[in-house]
C-alpha cells in the first residue's frame, strides 16, 4: 500500500492537464470561427454596398442625371454622393460610367474599399 501514495496526485494532474489542452483547443476554435464570421460580414456588406452604388448608377442614368465619368459614394461631405447608412466597414463605393458604345450600351464599374479589422 505504500507504494500507492502518489498515484492520487499524478491523476490529478493528468486529468487536469488533459482538461486545459480541451479548453485551449475549444477556444482557439471558437475564437478562429469569430475571426471568420467578421470577416464574412465585412465581405459582405462590401458586396451589398457594390450592389448599392450599381442601382445608385442606374438610377441616375436612367433618369439622364449622370453623365461619362466617376463617382463615389461615401459616408461624408468630400464624396459626390453622401450616404450615411453606409455600414463601418466599407470606407467608399467607387463607381465609374463610360460613354455609351455604338450600340448606345453604357460600361458600369463598381469597386469598394473595404476595412477589415480583427
Same mark, same amino acid.
Given at each position: 500500500?505504500? %507504494? %500507492?501514495?502518489?498515484?492520487?496526485?499524478?491523476?490529478?494532474?493528468?486529468?487536469?492537464?488533459?482538461?486545459?489542452?480541451? *479548453? %485551449?483547443?475549444?477556444?482557439?476554435?471558437?475564437?478562429?470561427?469569430?475571426?471568420?464570421?467578421?470577416?464574412?460580414?465585412?465581405?459582405?456588406?462590401?458586396?451589398?454596398? *457594390?450592389?448599392?452604388?450599381? /442601382?445608385?448608377a442606374?438610377?441616375?442614368?436612367?433618369? /439622364?442625371?449622370?453623365?461619362?465619368?466617376?463617382?463615389?459614394?461615401?459616408?461624408?461631405?468630400?464624396?459626390?454622393? /453622401?450616404?450615411?447608412?453606409?455600414?463601418?466597414?466599407?470606407?467608399?463605393? +467607387?463607381?465609374?460610367?463610360?460613354?455609351?458604345?455604338?450600340?448606345?450600351?453604357? *460600361?458600369? +464599374?463598381?469597386?469598394?474599399?473595404?476595412l477589415?479589422?480583427e
Amino acid at each position: 500500500m505504500r %507504494n %500507492n501514495k502518489g498515484v492520487a496526485l499524478y491523476l490529478v494532474l493528468s486529468v487536469l492537464i488533459v482538461t486545459v489542452l480541451v *479548453a %485551449n483547443l475549444f477556444l482557439s476554435l471558437v475564437l478562429s470561427q469569430g475571426r471568420l464570421t467578421h470577416h464574412k460580414v465585412s465581405r459582405t456588406q462590401a458586396y451589398y454596398a *457594390a450592389r448599392l452604388g450599381m /442601382n445608385y448608377a442606374i438610377e441616375m442614368l436612367s433618369r /439622364n442625371e449622370w453623365t461619362t465619368g466617376s463617382y463615389t459614394i461615401c459616408k461624408g461631405t468630400t464624396c459626390s454622393k /453622401n450616404e450615411p447608412d453606409l455600414p463601418s466597414s466599407v470606407r467608399f463605393v +467607387n463607381v465609374s460610367v463610360s460613354a455609351p458604345d455604338a450600340s448606345g450600351l453604357r *460600361a458600369v +464599374n463598381v469597386t469598394v474599399d473595404y476595412l477589415y479589422q480583427e
